[in-house]
């Protein structure tokens, strides 16, 4: 049986995260995960080979309410730079 590296394990994985990269199952499990600033770790577990691993998460936005945008806020940061929620709900008859 031919031996995937880890590489090719990741980028197979990162393809389709739904599925088993050993055995191809998708009956696979997540914890909760754990999470450090702006890192995250999850464990994974296959039921159908019983390997486990872990997914390895890094912060790549953020979203802020459209209400904590103060004048003082957007002083100290660029809003070009910034994605945040409009809440803009309309208040129809
Ligand atoms: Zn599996």
């Excluded at 599925?19 to 009956?27: L, M």
């Excluded at 019983?50 to 002083?75: H, Q, R, Y």
């Amino acid at each position: 049986m031919k031996k995937l590296n880890a590489k090719e394990l990741e980028r197979k994985y990162l393809e389709s995260p739904n599925t088993c990269p050993f055995c191809g199952s998708t009956d696979i499990e997540a914890d909760h995960g754990e999470f450090d600033h702006d890192l995250g770790f999850r464990n994974i577990e296959c039921n159908g080979c019983n390997k486990n691993w872990v997914e390895e998460f890094k912060m790549s936005s953020v979203t802020f309410n459209a209400d904590d945008m103060t004048e003082e806020a957007c002083e100290q940061y660029d809003p070009t730079e910034l994605h945040y929620r409009d809440t803009g709900g309309t208040d129809g008859g």
